[in-house]
């Protein structure tokens, strides 16, 4: 794992040249357990050229040697979605003082190297530098006895905490997709977390 490196792409060119690789990590990462994601590569080109394209956005991205095995996203609450937004906006809560994490994956192979606190302690950093006084992010939340739960399946709610973040009570967030083991779309619960910055 020496070839490990990771750094925040700012460049236009090298975001456009990295989005390939970026859908087909998130299709990879997330179709396993939590997300069990059926994901396709249009949608996911199209999500991130999305994202991507606020001028306040930040993408991490960690590579071994030239490929990318993991990658993170951030940008300004204010410029998310509604269904992003909602939770927050219905507290009162000031949006443009809070910074959204999009997604955080990284293959499977590749955890358990400290990436996960690289790409928190990058995205935390962008947020400050922007001027955001708090962080969040949401998780999918599963029922305990889900039939599709893999044995010894990790929970990351104790790395979240030992990163200062906590579940906002009641600010929860739905999004549809289709999981690999379904016929169609069906929505699914996604809870925030937070901390102050």
């Known amino acids: 794992m020496s070839t490990l490196q990771v750094e925040t792409l700012s460049e236009?060119?090298?975001?456009?040249?990295?989005?390939?690789?970026?859908?087909?990590?998130?299709?990879?990462?997330?179709?396993?357990?939590?997300?069990?994601?059926?994901?396709?590569?249009?949608?996911?080109?199209?999500?991130?050229?999305?994202?991507?394209?606020?001028?306040?956005?930040v993408l991490v991205v960690a590579r071994d040697g030239d490929r990318i095995v993991g990658a993170a996203?951030?940008?300004?609450?204010?410029?998310?979605?509604?269904?992003?937004?909602?939770?927050?906006?219905?507290?009162?809560?000031?949006?443009?003082?809070?910074?959204?994490?999009?997604?955080?994956?990284?293959?499977s192979d590749y955890r358990g190297h400290g990436l996960g606190h690289a790409f928190f302690d990058a995205r935390?950093?962008?947020?400050?530098?922007?001027?955001?006084?708090?962080?969040?992010f949401c998780?999918?939340?599963?029922?305990?006895?889900?039939?599709?739960?893999?044995?010894?399946?990790?929970?990351?709610s104790p790395f979240w905490r030992g990163r200062g973040y906590a579940p906002v009570e009641g600010a929860i967030a739905h999004y549809d997709w289709k999981d690999i083991d379904q016929p169609a779309e069906t929505p699914h619960p996604m809870q925030f977390w937070m901390r102050a910055l």
Request: charged content about 20%; glycine content about 6%; overall charge negative.
């Open 12 to 57: 236009p060119a090298a975001r456009a040249a990295a989005l390939p690789d970026l859908a087909r990590l998130r299709i990879a990462v997330f179709r396993d357990w939590p997300y069990l994601y059926d994901g396709s590569l249009n949608y996911e080109s199209e999500y991130l050229a999305h994202f991507l394209a606020d001028e306040g956005a």
């Open 73 to 107: 996203t951030a940008s300004p609450m204010a410029t998310q979605e509604a269904v992003i937004r909602h939770p927050f906006e219905h507290r009162r809560h000031d949006i443009a003082s809070l910074f959204y994490f999009g997604e955080s994956v990284l293959l």
């Open 124 to 136: 935390e950093a962008a947020a400050r530098a922007a001027g955001a006084t708090a962080a969040c």
């Open 139 to 156: 998780g999918v939340v599963r029922p305990v006895d889900h039939p599709l739960r893999p044995a010894g399946a990790r929970d990351l």
